[in-house]
């Protein structure tokens, strides 16, 4: 199997590698911010101008039309270079917003986003790719503590189809390379959840991703430029709850180590069987999914058998193009593979904030709340504040402080859950890139975690539990 996996991912990579050749040099970065437009400027009735207040504000671009967005680009895929004056932003695979808003899953974040990916086109096909490999030395302090070195990261792949009639077919996929870190994923202190044998939870230990990590399509149908309705499937997938998933987050993409807040926030990023239904209307946007609760088995390899025996239910809101907010709700049915009778719900609510800076860099925060409650009606609190910030093309720094109450770092007798602790976790980190080739980019990092336990815990992690992760990444996008 280990001779499979490798075998996509050098095929994706070399994929990956050899787009800048055929690519169009369609890859996507944050325009500069517009310029302030005064109350008396004058455009045309039709032009794709910025809506304008009064007081001088600039209002987001009116979305184009499918006719824009196709007269953009001759029949070759070659870009217009009218296109790049009117400044239109490509669309949504989901609806007639655009691209830049989509993240994980269905998920939305601010407009303002960044888009990474390398694009090209063949035949009535759009395409796109990016990829990241982190190379990892992680040591773990105290009693609790150890040290390994891995392999982290993700290779991504879509493929759309526009129709005359304003519907669009998208496909994706995406593969990691963590199940070569073992079963019992990497050392990571105040973490918990999933298990790497079947038998024993995995604690201060953060669980590998598996090796497909999703195989989705989409369909949608526009129904007017400020309205379309969409059904997405997955095996696997993500159904539609919580935030976008950490490591889709532009607050947490950089950042090597998971956050403890996983499980009460984005842990059903990967669930084998989802169907996902939604509505759109302009900045609004109501979704319901059908999916599988149990979260993946330690075989990390495999393709789990799909059940739609929970559900979920998310409202998101982009207020301005610097926003994004979702609330949403999950009834979950026995989510963990060592506690099958039990079942859970979910809740969350989140808030991310996207501003640009200059003409490529980006000041990106991420404030996330997650409760999980069990049958018995005891909820388990989770909080995360998450934020980077990259000033140009070289650097980026990140920071992230959680807190969690669990009970699951003391498993109790026949693997239950023992007592309830509240802990906090604080990181701050920093990377550095240079660009070796198109489309391709080295970096060297790090990152430093403390870890803050109740007095009761303080035998089993000591005075001073702290986190330090070195790193090296290629990334290609």
Not at 35 to 57: I, K
Not at 273 to 302: C, I, M, Q
């Amino acid at each position: 199997m280990a001779v499979r996996l490798s075998a996509s991912l050098t095929g994706a990579s070399l994929l990956a590698l050899a787009l800048p050749a055929a690519a169009q040099d369609h890859a996507h970065h944050p325009a500069p911010p517009a310029a302030t437009v005064t109350a008396e400027a004058q455009t045309a009735p039709d032009s794709p101008q910025p809506h304008v207040h009064t007081t001088g504000m600039v209002m987001p671009p009116r979305q184009p039309s499918l006719a824009e967005v196709h007269a953009g680009h001759d029949m070759s895929g070659e870009p217009d270079p009218g296109m790049a004056a009117m400044d239109h932003p490509m669309t949504s695979a989901l609806g007639p917003w655009p691209m830049t808003r989509d993240a994980s899953g269905t998920s939305w974040q601010p407009d303002t986003s960044a888009h990474a990916g390398v694009h090209w086109n063949n035949g009535d096909w759009s395409l796109m790719s990016h990829a990241q490999f982190n190379l990892v030395h992680d040591r773990q302090s105290g009693p609790r503590g150890d040290d390994k070195t891995f392999v982290s990261g993700m290779v991504m792949t879509s493929a759309r189809r526009d129709f005359a009639d304003g519907s669009t077919l998208n496909l994706r996929a995406m593969l990691s390379p963590e199940p070569l870190m073992g079963r019992a994923g990497f050392p990571q202190l105040l973490a918990a959840g999933e298990t790497a044998d079947g038998v024993n939870p995995l604690v201060d230990r953060q669980h590998p991703h598996e090796l497909v990590m999703e195989l989705s399509a989409s369909f949608a149908q526009r129904l007017s430029d400020t309205d379309s309705v969409f059904a997405y499937v997955g095996l696997p997938g993500e159904p539609a709850f919580g935030p976008p998933a950490f490591m889709h987050r532009m607050t947490g993409m950089d950042s090597p180590e998971a956050p403890i807040t996983h499980h009460w926030l984005d842990s059903t990023h990967i669930v084998f069987g989802v169907a996902t239904a939604g509505w759109v209307h302009d900045r609004f946007k109501l979704e319901a999914s059908a999916f599988r609760g149990r979260e993946p088995d330690e075989n990390r390899y495999d393709i789990e058998t799909p059940k739609l025996d929970s559900w979920a239910v998310r409202a998101s809101w982009n207020p301005d193009p610097q926003w994004a907010l979702q609330v949403s709700y999950a009834d979950v049915v026995s989510p963990e593979q060592l506690a099958p009778d039990e079942n859970e719900t979910k809740f969350s609510a989140s808030a991310i904030h996207t501003r640009r800076l200059g003409t490529t860099g980006w000041w990106s925060s991420t404030l996330a709340f997650g409760r999980k409650i069990n049958d018995e009606g005891e909820p388990r609190d989770g909080l995360l504040l998450e934020s980077a910030i990259h000033p140009d093309e070289r650097w980026t720094v990140f920071a992230r402080a959680e807190q969690v109450e669990t009970d699951e770092l003391v498993p109790g007798i026949g693997h239950g859950h023992g007592p309830l602790y509240r802990v906090a976790k604080a990181s701050l980190g920093v990377v550095h890139d240079w660009q070796i080739a198109p489309h391709m980019q080295f970096g060297v990092g790090g990152l430093y975690a403390v870890n803050r336990v109740p007095s009761a815990l303080k035998a089993a992690y000591g005075d001073d539990a702290t986190g330090t992760m070195l790193f090296v990444r290629l990334k290609i996008d």
